[in-house]
T-cell receptor, first 109, second 111 residues
Framework: GIQVEQSPPDLILQEGANSTLRCNFS?????LQWFHQNPWGQLINLFY???GTKQNGRLSATTVATERYSLLYISSSQTTDSGVYFC???????????FGTGTRLTVIP | DVKVTQSSRYLVKRTGEKVFLECVQD?????MFWYRQDPGLGLRLIYF???????EKGDIPEGYSVSREKKERFSLILESASTNQTSMYLC??????????FGSGTRLTVV
């Protein structure tokens, strides 16, 4: 199956700092999403971004499908940004979402 | 926004009990999914359904069954709960060009 790798695995930031999370995938994809899993376990959809760039407030994402990677940018981080960030992809006909291993972000005040 | 509602956030059941986990979505999506999430193993697909009364096995269907009698509701059934089914269970729905939306999850503990 398709391989999804995320880096870094762990990240500790001071409140107000910026960060970039990376997702590499091993094959062409139909869909790519970024999720934030909060401390209560809920997976919150941040971006549906199979290609191109999107922005939502302090967050933005870019996917370069031809080079098989995606980046999630977090600016002016806040303590509420803490949690695990997952990149997930699916392929045409797969009926399954393949997740990366996640980046655990801790934002300290 | 699509809303996916799971009936329980936390559940404690005894070994051997029959357990029902319920998931309801409000956006008329055809596809619904059940995943479990375990430390070190990530999210794994248990079952999915692409229409009423239609279901397909995912990667780890053993010990589980599902029911989809109405389009908006997808139930996961643990026929005889065992301790190795202690996990976080996540329901999801998806639509082409929209992506997946997950419910808030159910933390099930089997004692």
């Amino acid at each position: 199956g398709i391989q999804v790798e995320q880096s870094p695995p762990d990240l500790i930031l001071q409140e107000g700092a910026n960060s970039t999370l990376r997702c590499n995938f091993s094959d062409s994809v139909n869909n790519l999403q970024w999720f934030h899993q909060n401390p209560w376990g809920q997976l919150i959809n941040l971006f549906y971004i199979p290609s191109g760039t999107k922005q939502n407030g302090r967050l933005s994402a870019t996917t370069v499908a031809t080079e098989r990677y995606s980046l999630l940018y977090i600016s002016s981080s806040q303590t509420t940004d803490s949690g695990v960030y997952f990149c997930a992809v699916d392929q045409t006909g797969a009926n399954n979402l393949f997740f990366g291993t996640g980046t655990r972000l801790t934002v300290i005040p | 926004d699509v809303k996916v509602t799971q009936s329980s956030r936390y559940l404690v059941k005894r070994t051997g009990e029959k357990v029902f986990l319920e998931c309801v979505q409000d956006m008329d999506h055809e596809n619904m999914f059940w995943y479990r999430q375990d430390p070190g193993l990530g999210l794994r697909l248990i079952y999915f359904s692409y229409d009423v009364k239609m279901k397909e096995k995912g990667d780890i269907p053993e010990g589980y069954s599902v029911s989809r009698e109405k389009k908006e509701r997808f139930s996961l059934i643990l026929e005889s709960a065992s301790t190795n089914q202690t996990s976080m269970y996540l329901c999801a729905t998806n639509r082409v060009a929209y992506g997946y939306t997950f419910g808030s999850g159910t933390r099930l503990t089997v004692v």
